[in-house]
């Protein structure tokens, strides 16, 4: 995908992320202060990444990175086993590897007994995304567990002069999970990041069949969306693979990570209608009309 694509490919690509907090004492017990945040998805998510923990490439160059942290459950102190977590970020040079089936710089891995996960790779680098936005050097992390909201995020690393002009790295929902890169004394590096798990509303793997399909924007000849549901949540497709959206009910969609009043949302209305609202402070909200044909 070209660079020039990624703000309108990224602008409809956010799905949500639990950011591990703090852990405080209620004068009976320790519990879970969770700072739930959100960050976008991007445009070059890959399902079905390859089951592995490490993803260094022989020949490339970079610096070793040991990206390891603990899964946990929406009290944010009791470990969640056998939670999926998919790695991707691209490469030393700032490209991703979006179609071989080398899935380079992409792998899952599942939590043990002890909520805990890890990842052998390299420190990714800030790239160009187009019209003089350089994004900040990142992770993308998706873990998926089972009687909780799949979350997405990224990670960020302090120091990296880029953040301070992202729109995403600079919000105050990404604060924490701008993360130090620490020497491990064996020519190596480590990151840590906890994750806490967030429930929330969802809907039968029923209903959501009935929305998928083709849509046609009425009022235009070209403008088609396709949407298609996946582990529970409903997606328009892309060059790659698609983006998210979750349900907030009242048979609307959201896809959340943005922390400045706008939005973006799915109306589903009677006779296979959807109205497709876009919000931003200080503006109208413009909306589009589709309906299903196929």
């Known amino acids: 995908m070209k660079r020039r694509k990624f703000i309108q490919s990224s602008a409809l690509s956010v ?4 950011a591990f907090g703090f852990i405080q004492f209620d004068g009976k017990k320790y519990i879970g202060d969770c700072e739930t945040t959100t960050d976008i998805l991007g445009p070059f998510y890959r399902p079905d990444s390859p089951m592995r923990s490490n993803l260094n490439v022989a020949g490339k160059k970079g610096k070793p990175i ?43 891995v599942m939590t043990d007994s002890k909520g805990q996960y890890s990842f052998d790779t390299i420190l990714p680098v800030p790239y160009d995304a187009g019209g003089g936005m350089i994004r900040p050097a990142h992770y993308h992390l998706m873990i998926t567990a089972e009687g909780y909201q799949t979350l997405v995020t990224q990670l960020y690393f302090s120091g990296d002069e880029n953040i301070k002009k992202d729109p995403w790295a600079s919000n105050d929902a990404a604060k924490n999970r701008v993360l130090q ?35 046609k924007s009425e009022g235009e000849e070209e403008g088609k969306i396709e949407l298609f549901q996946k582990e529970g949540r409903l997606w328009i497709k ?6 998210a959206f979750d349900y ?40 589009q009309s589709y309906i299903k044909v196929s």
């Open 66 to 108: 040991h990206l390891t942290g603990i899964i946990m459950n929406d009290d944010c102190a009791t470990p969640y086993a056998n939670a999926k977590v998919e790695l991707w970020h691209c490469d030393e040079e700032g490209v991703y590897e979006n179609s071989t089936p080398a899935y380079n710089y992409r792998g899952t």
């Open 248 to 287: 907030l009910g009242d048979n609307t969609f959201e896809y959340p990570g943005l922390h400045d009043g706008s939005y973006r949302r799915m109306r589903f209305q009677p006779g296979g209608k959807f109205k497709l609202e876009m919000f931003q402070p200080g503006s109208e909200i413009q909306s």
């Open 15 to 18: 799905i949500s992320v639990s």
């Open 181 to 215: 890169v620490t020497p491990d004394g064996n020519n190596g590096n480590i990151v840590s990041y906890n994750v806490g798990l967030s429930k929330k509303l969802g809907m039968e793997k029923a209903s959501l069949e009935k929305l998928v399909g083709i849509y």
């Open 238 to 243: 892309n060059e790659v693979f698609g983006v």
